[in-house]
């Protein structure tokens, strides 16, 4: 299935710059078959792959009108507002500044998007080619992963795990999924707490009375207004951020819009509602389903293994290095991630500072200062009479034991 192995081939990893050939899709896991960096460290050139992804999760969703449908295969297509800004510059420079935003807030009034853009921080402010369009990018990735919406970019799933998955979609695109509108808090009508209630409040038509300016009651200041983020009042004449699932009694500051487990800003302000809090879509799904540290996907299979803390498919749960199964054979922890003995020896195993063989995992050893050794007689001695220290005093000097300060005097001098 069009697992897309072929997309960013090459790219550079950020992270580790020359340290990785290139950008090679690992056959299950969502990494760099070089490096081990997740596609999102890579500088992947951007392709309308995301837009599409985006475009598929607002299908049979009410934000239908973010999406286009594509005249040749029709996919939805994520229709992403993008703001160009042009600067008028003193008459004397020639040159006219233009700034564009990969991603602006979709609101008629550009003033309003102006604002919210100069509300973030100035780092995460998506301007093409800056350090703000990466980290969009990179939230773009992480935060909404293909894979936890679209079963054809998942690893072998069973028709069952295909059928669960959809329905799994269904719902989170019933009662979750939303995406953040930006508003002055006067403009906003605040509706009695018992009315706002969203739940029963389909046939009312909620979002008909959102927005619209209430003539009847005078227009409220925004500094009575309080983040519900952060608590802070809002700034008069700043705009907010307000999150219908969440009901219009409740807004944000631009720059509060953030996944309460990642803490990060919700990319293009799309968030996932879930008993009172915010998260991204990763992190909503974390709270609903296990996920697979092997291959990332979120398991929609009743057989699957806790090891270490972690969810794993059991066919998943593999050697991060040689990916050979490790169930029932010895495995070593190396960063949290598991690898098996023999890749372990050949190349996370520490060296014996006594005979400068690499240390099997499985036998005992002494650590001190960054330092090991096997803890045998034939190793663990004194440096300069061979005594053998295991339960003894002993003084450490760069790698090297002495039983007493004689023999250490001996053999520094
Ligand atoms: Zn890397
Ligand atoms: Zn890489
Ligand atoms: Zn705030
Ligand atoms: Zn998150
Ligand atoms: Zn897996
Ligand atoms: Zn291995
Ligand atoms: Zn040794
Ligand atoms: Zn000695």
């Known amino acids: 299935m069009g697992l897309g192995h072929e997309e960013g081939f090459g790219a550079p990893c950020l992270k580790c710059k020359e340290k990785c050939r290139g950008f090679e899709l690992h056959y299950w896991r969502k990494i760099c078959r070089n490096c081990k960096c997740g596609q999102e460290e890579h500088d992947i050139p951007s392709s309308n792959e995301e837009d599409r992804k985006v475009g598929k999760l607002f299908e049979d969703t009410k934000y239908t009108t973010l999406i286009a449908k594509l005249k040749n295969d029709g996919n939805p297509m994520y229709k992403r507002n993008v703001m160009i800004l042009t600067n008028p510059v003193p008459a004397k420079n020639i040159s006219i500044d233009t ?24 780092e995460k402010q998506p301007v093409a080619g800056s350090e703000g369009a990466q980290y969009r990018k990179k939230q ?18 069973s028709p069952g795990e295909v059928r669960h998955m959809e329905q799994f979609v269904k719902k989170y695109k019933k009662e979750a999924l939303g995406v953040g509108d930006v508003k002055l808090p006067g403009e906003v009508e605040v509706r009695a707490p018992d009315e706002s209630n969203l739940k029963n409040g389909g046939g009312r038509g909620t979002s008909s009375a959102v927005g619209a300016m209430d003539k009847k009651t005078p227009n409220q200041k925004a500094s009575q207004y309080c983040c519900y983020h952060c608590k802070l009042r809002m700034k008069e004449g700043d705009p907010a951020v307000y999150a219908e699932r969440a009901g219009y009694d409740k807004l944000w500051h631009p720059g509060c819009f953030v996944c309460y487990t990642c803490g990060e800003l919700l990319v293009d302000m799309i968030y996932f509602w879930k008993n009172g809090n915010l998260y991204c879509g990763r992190h909503y799904c974390d709270s609903e389903r296990p996920r697979c540290a092997g291959c990332d996907e979120l398991i929609f299979s009743n057989e699957y293994t ?10 998943h749960f593999c050697c991060f290095d040689c990916d050979c199964v490790l169930a029932g054979i010895t495995y070593i922890m190396v960063n949290d991630k598991p690898v098996c003995k023999s890749c372990y020896m050949k190349n996370h195993a520490v060296i014996c500072q006594g005979c400068h063989n690499a240390i099997d995992p499985e036998v005992q050893r002494v650590t001190y200062n960054n330092f090991n050794w096997h803890a045998t007689q034939e190793c663990f001695l004194c440096s300069c009479c ?18 007493s300060v004689e023999c250490k005097g001996k053999m520094m001098s």
């Open 140 to 157: 773009l990735a992480k935060q909404l992963p293909a894979h936890d919406q679209d079963p054809s970019k998942c690893h072998e799933l």
């Open 386 to 403: 061979s005594k053998c220290l295991i339960g003894q005093k002993f003084i450490s000097m760069e790698g090297m034991l002495f039983c």
């Open 99 to 122: 700034v564009t935003y990969e991603w602006a807030p979709p609101v008629q009034n550009q003033t309003l998007a102006r604002q919210y853009m100069q509300m973030l921080p100035k």
């Open 306 to 315: 806790l090891a270490e803390g972690q969810n794993w498919h059991l066919k």
